[in-house]
């Protein structure tokens, strides 16, 4: 099946500071999604991005498909922003995701 | 309109109960997935609805795990003999399709089982 790797698992900012999430992944895909997973466990979709690059506020997020990696931009992060971060693709010929192992963020005030 | 919904939040269970666990998906979705997050896990895959079309149940871990889905509507997963380690997190998606943009998923806020 195909391999999803995320990077980095876990990170620890400071409120107001930037960051970047990757996502590499071993096969074509036709879907990718981020998601954010809040500390009470509610997995909130982020991108629907299987190509090119999206913006939303202060997150947007690139993928690079020929490339196979995605990345995901958080900008002037919040305490709010803590939880865990998946990268979720599906395989060419697949409707079936694979997730990553997620990264784990947490944002000190 | 309304989000997935999955009941009960939460449920205490003894080893070697049935337990049942219940996803209502966005109307009009016509994809359901069913997946398990052990504490500090990723998500795991277990089972499939598109339609009509028979389920693909590919990621179910044992017999023991069984679901079903009534035409586009809610679907039940069942666990029985419960184990303790069946104890997770049973998260339900829905989306519009299988194909393309249509297979944004849409997350229910789960069912935490616990097995004693």
Same mark, same amino acid.
């Given at each position: 099946g195909i391999q999803v790797e995320q990077s980095p698992p876990d990170l620890i900012l400071q409120e107001g500071a930037n960051s970047t999430l990757r996502c590499n992944f071993s096969d074509s895909v036709n879907n990718l999604q981020w998601f954010h997973q809040n500390p009470w466990g509610q997995l909130i979709n982020l991108f629907y991005i299987p190509s090119g690059t999206k913006q939303n506020g202060r997150l947007s997020a690139t993928t690079v498909a020929t490339e196979r990696y995605s990345l995901l931009y958080i900008s002037s992060s919040q305490t709010t922003d803590?939880?865990?971060?998946?990268c979720a693709v599906e395989r060419r010929g697949s409707y079936i995701p694979t997730f990553g192992r997620g990264t784990s963020l947490i944002v000190h005030p | 309109g309304a989000g997935v919904s999955q009941s009960p939040s939460n449920k205490v269970t003894e080893k070697g109960k049935d337990v049942e666990l219940r996803c209502d998906p966005i109307s009009g979705h016509t994809a359901l !997935?069913? !997946?398990? #997050?052990? =504490?500090? #896990? +990723?998500l795991e895959f277990l089972i499939y609805f598109q339609g009509n079309s028979a389920p693909d149940k590919s +990621? =179910?871990?044992?017999?023991?795990f069984s679901a079903e889905r009534t035409g586009e509507s809610v679907s039940t997963l069942t666990i029985q003999r419960t184990q303790q380690e069946d104890s997770a997190v049973y998260l339900c998606a829905s989306s519009l399709g299988p194909t393309g943009s249509q297979n944004e998923q849409f997350f229910g806020p789960g069912t935490r089982l616990t097995v004693l």
């Open positions: 803590s939880g865990v971060y998946f | !997935y069913w !997946y398990r #997050q052990r =504490l500090g #896990q +990723g +990621g =179910l871990p044992s017999d023991r």
